[in-house]
């Protein structure tokens, strides 16, 4: 049986943000909850020589202060600063519901799964994606997961060298996939894997990662189809376009030069 875990501190909060002077957005985030309930780190990315190290002393957090570029750069620092049993990513325009760490905990008691996705609605109060009614994930259902809804037991993480790659996510050369490709990561390394369809969070209505016909996430689609299928990419790349034009993400008269925005990620992916 797994070890029950039942005190909160064995839920860590892993919170991406950049360019703060202070940790006043905490407030918002947590205005359902008690902030000095949960272990928070916060990584802040940003060239300012402002330390907020004594300004997180009100709160349970560890602040830390990077100049890496890059989501990916961030989650994988955070990720090396954890020290719980569960972690738990974020960013730090979410607003977590009351009972979300009792669902988080709950959830990892009452499975033997290594790795949890969970539920988010927007400000308007529906679903923040139309997210597919599974439980046990597959690569098809992972596409429809942001990285600010995944809890991972850290020890499985690390002792597996699961990380985001640089290449990805926002502020990265390829924008969109961070979080595909390492939950992509964890099927592969055959971890548990599941899908828990209780809503912890609110997170504004608009993202870039839910516009699949924009440029920027075909062009970072066509480099995740080269990284995990090498040559067979193009043909994943006319199928790709095939199905946005079929559901009318994009038009006639955008297909070929979609094609071509694809074409050049693969490209890309290829000269770095």
Avoid: W
Avoid at 134 to 147: A, D, P, Q
Avoid at 157 to 174: R, T
Avoid at 187 to 192: P, V
Avoid at 196 to 224: M, Y
């Amino acid at each position: 049986m797994t070890q029950v875990l039942k005190k909160s501190n064995n839920l860590q909060i892993l919170i991406s943000t950049k360019g703060r002077n202070n940790l006043s957005f905490l407030d918002n985030m947590f205005k359902n909850c008690n902030t000095t309930d949960y272990s928070i780190i916060v990584v802040d990315q940003s060239e300012s020589e402002k330390d907020l190290n004594t300004i997180s002393e009100k709160f349970n957090v560890k602040y830390y202060r990077i100049q890496a570029n890059g989501l990916s750069n961030s989650r994988n620092f955070a990720i090396s600063k954890s020290s719980a049993d569960i972690c738990l990513l974020c960013d730090d325009d979410v607003i977590y519901e009351k009972n979300f760490s009792e669902i988080v905990m709950n959830s990892f008691n009452q499975n033997e799964s290594d790795v949890i996705t969970y539920y988010a609605k927007n400000d308007n109060g529906s679903l923040f994606k139309n997210y597919p009614s599974i439980t046990n994930h597959n690569y098809k259902s992972i596409s429809y997961i942001n990285s600010f809804l995944i809890a991972f037991k850290r020890e499985k993480i690390v002792a597996n060298n699961i990380k985001f790659d640089p290449l990805f996510g926002l502020g990265a050369v390829f924008e969109t996939g961070d979080e595909y490709i390492f939950l992509r990561n964890i099927l592969n390394k055959k971890l548990g894997l599941i899908s828990c369809s209780k809503i912890i969070l609110t997170h504004p209505s608009e993202s870039s990662g839910q516009v699949a016909g924009i440029d920027k996430n075909i062009f970072a689609r066509a480099a995740i189809f080269y990284k995990f299928y090498g040559y067979l990419s193009y043909l994943k790349l006319v199928h790709h376009i095939y199905l946005l034009k079929k559901k009318n993400m994009i038009s006639r008269e955008q297909v070929y030069r979609k094609f071509l925005v694809g074409l050049n990620g693969i490209k890309k992916f290829k000269s770095l």
